[in-house]
């Protein structure tokens, strides 16, 4: 079964959101810490242009701090600066709001040097569903103004919001490609809660997930922090049996043979970090 989301509201906002993105000043592009290669928009340069870009790592509580570590440096590398992000309480708020700041200062640095008025700075946020673009401009307002929940399709619409004198931010729906045709992304992004649940079989990325969960288990730099999730969490070994296999086995060891109830407890335990802080995705060059 593939692996295919593109609702009529996504058709609709990605449309809207090419044409405001000609009034933009500054794109932040929010990520998933867990998925960011995944969660990366292959439009994400194109739309990005000239402007400035900020990119948001979200839900950095979720993955290991040396995880973290590999990360920030992988992104260096590649000419990024990340912001690590954890919208939900907070942290890493403020640098986000700096660096939004200080692009919009240059912006209208120039603005002057032309005989220009200085004007507020208009940014838009950019994701797929489900990274934490709500939330993140609700901890830049500093008050719940926009509906944030950890479930993707929330946000509908576009939406303007004044920050402050200094800077407006539009609120988009999170985008998503019209065709998913990596479909072990796809897969990362179900898992993850950042795809809409009617285009997956529960069952099929539980399945997914004990596999890549089992293959991160055999790679030296993850074998310190992971140990074996599973087993920590549900005292079955994955290690003799495959992904298939353990989700049978927990689920005639743990629920009464009932493999749906299984296979989204597993989803769920994921997604609310009870198996531990894990990152899904390594930096290509940690690869084996």
Not at 18 to 29: A, C, I
Not at 79 to 108: L, M
Request: glycine share 6%; with cysteine; charged share 30%.
């Amino acid at each position: 079964m593939t692996i295919q989301w593109y609702p009529g509201h996504i058709a609709k906002a990605e449309r809207e959101l090419k044409e405001q993105l000609k009034r933009v000043d500054v794109v932040l592009e929010v990520r998933d810490a867990r998925i960011p290669l995944s969660t990366n928009h292959p439009q994400t340069d194109q739309w990005v242009g000239n402007k400035t870009r900020v990119l948001v790592i979200n839900r950095v509580d979720m993955i290991d701090p040396r995880m973290r570590q590999l990360w920030e440096s992988w992104f260096q590398k590649q000419g990024d600066i990340p912001y690590f992000t954890n919208a939900q309480q907070g942290k890493g708020i403020r640098a986000v709001a700096k660096a939004a700041q200080t692009a919009g200062e240059e912006i209208n640095r120039r603005r002057r040097s032309r005989g220009m008025r200085p004007r507020p700075v208009r940014a838009v946020v950019i994701g797929f569903p489900n990274v934490g673009k709500s939330a993140l401009i609700n901890r830049l307002l500093g008050r719940r103004v926009v509906e944030s929940a950890r479930r993707p399709g929330v946000t509908r619409q576009l939406r303007w919001i004044r920050i402050s004198d200094q800077l407006e931010l539009l609120d988009a729906p999170g985008v998503i490609p019209a065709k998913l045709n990596n479909q072990q992304q796809a897969l990362k992004l179900a898992i993850c809660d950042d795809i809409g649940e009617a285009s997956y079989d529960n069952q099929r990325v539980a399945t997914a997930l004990v596999a890549f969960l089992k293959d991160l288990d055999k790679m030296k730099e993850y074998t310190l922090l992971l140990k074996s999730s599973l087993e920590k969490r549900y005292q079955l070994d994955p290690n003799p049996l495959t992904a298939e296999d353990y989700l049978h086995g927990l689920a005639d060891y743990r629920y009464q043979g009932n493999i749906e109830r299984t296979a989204r407890q597993l989803l769920g335990d994921f997604r609310k970090g009870l198996l531990g802080a894990i990152a899904l995705e390594v930096p290509p060059e940690v690869l084996p």
